[in-house]
């Protein structure tokens, strides 16, 4: 084999090695919380105000990014839920696209926070 073959050999399993790096550094988990939402929703508009500038620099939401969805439009298509969603806010907590469980309504903060704290344990563990 020429030396010019040789280094082109080597291309492709460096390109692998790059694809296996980029992969790895990606987060160990496909965690996200749906939060149905309605235009008009008092209690939407509660949870925007109170906890959604926060959410996203906690530790949950770093676990379980937030996403948003108008319950008009109907669940999303990578979404498979247990049950339909009837009510907002409904928050329903999704690993690999399926619900591992939800919060229905929005009371508090207070109420919101211990409650996302118990289902995001539910999440599998993150790897190193």
């Known amino acids: 084999m020429t030396p010019r073959a040789r280094s082109l050999a080597v291309v492709p399993a460096l390109l692998l090695a790059l694809v296996?790096?980029?992969?790895?550094?990606?987060?160990?988990?496909?965690g996200e919380l749906v939060?149905?939402?309605?235009?008009?929703?008092?209690?939407?508009?509660?949870?925007?105000?109170?906890?959604a500038p926060l959410y996203g620099k906690t530790a949950e939401g770093r676990r379980a990014p937030l996403r948003r969805v108008d319950v008009s439009q109907g669940p999303p298509r990578d979404v498979a839920l247990a049950a339909p969603v009837r009510f907002t806010p409904t928050f329903v907590l999704v690993e690999d696209?399926?619900?591992?469980g939800r919060i229905t309504g929005y009371a508090s903060d207070e109420a919101f926070w211990g409650l996302i704290g118990a289902l995001t344990a539910r999440l599998a563990p993150a790897r190193p």
């Open 97 to 100: 696209g399926h619900e591992v």
């Open 35 to 51: 939060v149905f939402e309605r235009k008009g929703c008092v209690y939407c508009q509660r949870f925007e105000r109170d906890v």
């Open 20 to 30: 296996f790096a980029i992969v790895g550094a990606a987060p160990a988990w496909a």
